[in-house]
């Protein structure tokens, strides 16, 4: 197959899956042009995990229901934010009779901010999943 032969039919391709549709197959003759000799040993490359979401500085992610880092030490003064980016929705709520923090459901990709100003130690749960929990340090 020539050089620009191999090019349309791979843009073909290309364009195919782009819209969702089959891709025109090059004609059969044509592979049998290729030499595949050899070819055998190869195995195919191994399935990768999907990665996990690494938080930022003073951020914590919500992802496979859990906080990550469960457990985050700030200075005082100091802004964190908690990210979703669970399938389900997450709350991030403090622990007590009067929750110093917390936040409405957190859907997919959404976020909620806090300033801790006092030193302390802040454990904080989801009042959706009570499972999940975590704490802030603060300095």
Request: glycine residues 10%; neutral net charge.
């Amino acid at each position: 197959m020539s050089w620009n032969r191999h090019r349309l039919v791979g843009a073909a391709a290309i364009a195919a899956v782009a819209l969702g549709i089959a891709a025109p197959a090059p004609a059969r003759a044509e592979y049998a042009t290729h030499d595949m000799s050899g070819m055998d040993h190869m195995a195919p490359a191994p399935a990768t995990a999907a990665a996990t979401p690494v938080a930022g500085p003073n951020q914590v992610i919500i992802n496979n229901f859990a906080f990550g880092p469960t457990t985050l030490t700030v200075k005082a003064g100091t802004t964190v934010t908690w990210v979703n980016k669970d399938g389900d929705a997450h709350t991030v709520t403090g622990v007590g009779a009067k929750p110093l923090f917390g936040s409405q459901p957190l859907d997919t990709g959404d976020s909620f901010s806090f300033t801790f100003e006092k030193p302390g130690s802040y454990a904080y749960f989801c009042k959706i999943h009570p499972s999940m929990k975590g704490t802030v340090n603060v300095q």
